[in-house]
């Protein structure tokens, strides 16, 4: 079932078109030249029926109508600082929705466990009929994005119809416009472009009311993501991670790959810049690693990763960033502190507002007793329905802005090619196991036993109980929109396309001793990448261990020197570095076990490196004992 048979082509779509974008909206539609385009467009704005609709070409002045509009409205509030305003969310609309976000599946097809689905018909007609005049009223917004960086083999054109300026502006923020790569092309059918309709649906102080309808419904056949009756980013930006599970089944198909990646230049000596991609679920350190004090920044979130000329080369779909602002403080973060603390376009979502300012956990000043947040008016002491106290911000508060407006963004943001990788990280929050840095054998190592076996123990920030460990492939399965097995297999086979692939290397930064301390400092990271960068070039060797190559002693004794300012012991290398065969011993069979169990069609190499990596442990378990010190190693 096509999405045209749902909802038939208007008889007239001309003066459908006319009437809701008015003279100056239908030209700009008119000199794109591109039937399918207009088409999709005329069908949701008679279906949703609008009382008008504006068009955002590329041009700046579109851009100022969509953020007056959004002041205007009170979508947003101005705040004291030039450019900076404020978004709240419904007080329980805070977080991407799970439970509701779900893909059109047709009859007898499946995913796998770890995914949501719904029947692609019965999806369809749930989701249009939420969808049928609900932007009665509105005013609807049609913007032209592009994923990735213009002109290049990386570009996917998307459109976003929306009813909330609040989405329309972050979008203008967080992506390249795309109104020219729409231009005069002639798509074979609508499946050629990304898309996305979001409602806000019925409002009550400016917040959607009905949560109840709260859908976000993929539908992979056409490329299309619906939204309703929500307005947190992560359920509405279309061109974010809604895009990303497209993107995913997308590169699967034409053989590249999307990842949930940051991409990051680590500079080495002589003025040498090497790049990084990484992947580190929630609480993690993806953020801080990507965000390290002389490095610079392609991009904190998604990566594009294809194969040119027999290597990997990586672009951010995205030239912005949201983020989460906890914890954001100028010791810690003093790049995005400084972003957030100037002029410019900067959306604060679901913070505390008092007297023009913006507040929130963790920023290093005390947080007033009293004014506006995601729960309205507020004070301290002020409880929900439920009796529950609310706090002054939410723990998933966010700041939106360009990352052109931080101090570190990397030059070659914007290169069509985007920037060859020389590693690729993967990191997890791990009290036992993983040493804190250590280099894959090869790219099937790396992806198998670090990648598609990485792990993340939960906090108490995160649900469940702390110190539970959850599987989480690559960062990757919250978005994946393909199985866990094929996903795995297109990672072997597009190590198989390269001639010079990245190394791969894993991270940890929450080891703790047997008192439950932690063996690392928070800036030791900026040693481990720096051996990651030497690594890549050559330039250190490294010991082989049964499950990689770690440091040298010697070598991280230099750059915790050269970096911190500080001496390094021998004894926190070995009691860093040691190998902890049990602890190792016991994931390979939580992992085996996985996917045994849960995934269909497991690559069978995964089980052999599995093996591999068992039988080399126990291998040196014979000679060396339970707990090996590196130096038994060399």
Known sequence: MKLKEILPQPKNKEKLLKEKCGKAGYEKLVKLDNPKVTDFIARYLKHCNPDSAFVRANAEKDAKYIRDRSTEIGEEIPLKMKGHTAHFDGYNDQARDKENTKFLLPPNKRIGPYFNSINREEGLKEIHGYLKNIMEGKEAYICFFCLGPKKSKFSIPTLQITD?????????????????????????????????????????????????????????????????????GGNTI????????????????????????????????????????????????????????????????????????????????????????????????????????????VIFSNILVNDGEPYWFGMGDDLPEEGINHSG??????????????????????????ISSLDNEDPNLEDPDGVKLDGIIYGGRDSDTWVPVEEAFDWNHGILTKGASLE??????????????RFNLMSNLDFLSISIGDYIKNQIEFG?????????????????????????????????????????QGDVEAIRTPTGLIPIYEDLKKLFKKILGKEYTKEDYSEQFKIRVPEHLSKIERIRKIYEEDVENSPELLFEELEKQKKRLEEA????????PPDELR
């Open 621 to 628: 378990r014979e000679i060396h004992g339970d707990y090996i």
């Open 238 to 345: 279309g061109a974010k991670k809604l895009a990303m599970r497209l993107a995913i089944r997308k590169a699967s198909r034409e053989e590249w790959l999307t990842e949930h990646m940051f991409i990051m230049g680590v500079n080495g000596p002589d003025d040498r810049t090497s790049y990084f991609s990484g992947a580190f679920p929630s609480a993690c350190g993806k953020t801080s690693t990507s965000m390290i004090k002389g490095e610079s920044l392609v991009g904190d979130d998604i990566a594009y990763l294809r194969e040119i000329d027999g290597k990997v080369h990586a672009v951010n779909p995205e030239n912005g960033i949201f983020g989460i602002i906890r914890d954001v403080n100028p010791e810690d973060d003093p790049l995005i502190w400084k972003a957030i603390n100037s002029e410019g376009e």
């Open 377 to 402: 008016k507020w004070w301290k002491g002020k409880k929900d329905s439920n009796g529950k106290e609310i706090g002054p911000c939410h723990k998933n508060a966010r700041y939106t802005l360009r």
């Open 164 to 232: 909330s300026t609040y989405v329309a502006h972050s979008e203008d923020i967080l992506y390249r416009d795309g109104y020219d790569l729409f231009k005069n092309r002639r798509f074979e059918d609508e499946d050629r472009f990304f898309k996305f309709v979001h409602s806000a649906g019925l409002l009550e102080g400016n917040v959607s009311k009905e949560i109840d309808k709260r859908r976000v419904y993929t539908d992979l056949d056409t490329n299309t993501v619906f939204s309703t009756n929500t307005q947190y």
């Open 456 to 469: 993340s123990e939960t906090t108490q920030a995160t649900l469940g109980k702390s110190g539970e460990r």
């Open 496 to 536: 198989e396309k390269l001639d010079n692939s990245p190394r791969i290397f894993s991270v940890n930064y929450f080891l703790k001793d047997e008192n439950g301390e932690y063996l690392n400092g928070m800036l030791d990271k900026k040693v481990w990448l720096k051996w990651m960068e030497l690594r890549t």
